[in-house]
């Protein structure tokens, strides 16, 4: 592997990025007290990226001086894709703080960094929330994954989802309600069209659903671990907890 690093600052934390020099050949490196930007190409491709490590400050106002910042670097360059990552100590919206001082003008101040530079957020995978507080009181999502809008997000379908019942609910619905035409490939095409608008939908709901009873039985196994400290467990609340 090789690397590119940046020594701490005051409270900001080290920076460090690492690659697979086999897959990504560096070009140009550019440090900043709250990011780190390699630069290179992609092995076997003509794939020029620029990959920044962010680590934003705790600072309302010196993260919006930030992201005029990075943005003035991505409108300065007009070469490659942009990959943002890492700890932006900020929010898009409410949802993501639980307990957690939501402050709108930094989050719009944020959207809009995004918006103007052309990018998206990756979605990856995980909990919901990328920070909590040492008291488990407070949870946020700060950490994010920006990358160029380049076109729409592809539709994938996992396997994992014919698993949960509801999917045949779905696909019953759109079936019974498409109306069949003359030409059996345009039919096809239309059912395909409405079967994926009508997933993705489903999913939001599910995913919503399954985010909240992770975050419930979490919960539960904090509160009985906490019960440790001053007592034995029931069998109960052993097998409760295993559960």
């Known amino acids: 592997m090789e690397y590119?690093?940046?020594?701490?600052r005051g409270r900001s934390g080290d920076l460090i990025s690492a690659w697979d020099p086999g897959v990504f050949s560096k070009q140009r490196v550019f440090k900043h007290e709250s990011f780190l930007i390699?630069?290179?190409m992609v092995a076997g491709t003509n794939m020029y990226i620029n990959i920044v490590n962010v680590y934003a400050p705790c600072d309302v106002m010196r993260r919006s001086n930030l992201w005029g910042e990075l943005k003035e670097v991505?409108?300065?360059s007009n070469n490659g894709l942009w990959i943002m990552v890492g700890d932006f100590n900020e929010v898009k919206e409410e949802e993501e703080r639980m307990k957690s001082r939501f402050n709108s003008q930094g989050a719009m101040i944020f959207n809009n960094f995004i918006a103007e530079t052309g990018l998206i957020e990756y979605q990856v995978g995980g909990q919901k929330y990328t920070y909590m507080s040492k008291d488990g009181s407070n949870l946020s999502k700060i950490d994010h994954v920006l990358v160029c809008d380049f076109g729409l997000v592809p539709f994938r379908f996992y396997n994992s989802w014919l698993e949960d019942g509801g999917i045949d609910v779905v696909v019953n619905k759109v079936m019974e309600n498409h109306?069949?035409?003359d030409n059996v490939m345009k039919d096809m095409a239309c059912i395909l069209k409405n079967l994926k608008i009508q997933v993705i939908e489903w999913r939001k709901e599910s995913k919503a659903r399954e985010e909240e009873g992770v975050y419930n039985a979490t919960k539960e196994v904090e509160q009985i671990e906490k019960l440790v400290e001053s007592r034995s467990l029931t069998a109960t609340e052993k097998e409760k907890r295993v559960s």
Do not use: Q
Not at 4 to 8: G, K, L, P, T
């Open 4 to 8: 590119e690093s940046m020594d701490a």
């Open 38 to 40: 390699v630069s290179g």
């Open 74 to 76: 991505v409108d300065s």
């Open 179 to 181: 109306v069949r035409g």
